[in-house]
Nanobody, 119 residues
Framework: QVQLVESGGGLVQPGGSLSLSCAAS????????MGWYRQAPGMQRERVAV???????NYGDFVKGRFTASRDNGKGTVYLEMNGLDFEDTAVYYC?????????????WGQGTQVTVSS
């Protein structure tokens, strides 16, 4: 089992920056993907960025070079640096991890952290 705990988030003005962190505990050696998803009110959850164990990040189309995701495999942490935030980035951001265990693949989610972009 893997537990994910996010930190960061909050209120930021349009054009501002914000950083998110997520720390995994438990069977962190089983993790092969870590990243971030987000969900705005009334919308489906969408991929922000997912980073593989080699450090290669895959971003959602809406990111457009504004965000940078990275991870530290040894610490079981994943980070998201967000710049040029806009109103449409307001959402609950969830930490995500995928790992092997119990004979199969498992997906884990954090509790979510609110990011609000407002003037």
């Amino acid at each position: 089992q893997v537990q994910l705990v996010e930190s960061g988030g909050g209120l930021v003005q349009p054009g501002g920056s914000l950083s998110l962190s997520c720390a995994a505990s438990g069977s962190i050696l089983s993790i092969y993907l870590m990243g971030w998803y987000r969900q705005a009110p009334g919308m489906q959850r969408e991929r922000v960025a997912v980073v593989n164990s080699g450090g290669v990040a895959n971003y959602g189309d809406f990111v457009k070079g504004r965000f940078t995701a990275s991870r530290d495999n040894g610490k079981g942490t994943v980070y998201l640096e967000m710049n040029g935030l806009d109103f449409e980035d307001t959402a609950v951001y969830y930490c995500y991890a995928a790992g092997y265990g119990n004979g199969g693949e498992n997906v884990y989610w954090g509790q979510g952290t609110q990011v609000t972009v407002s003037s």
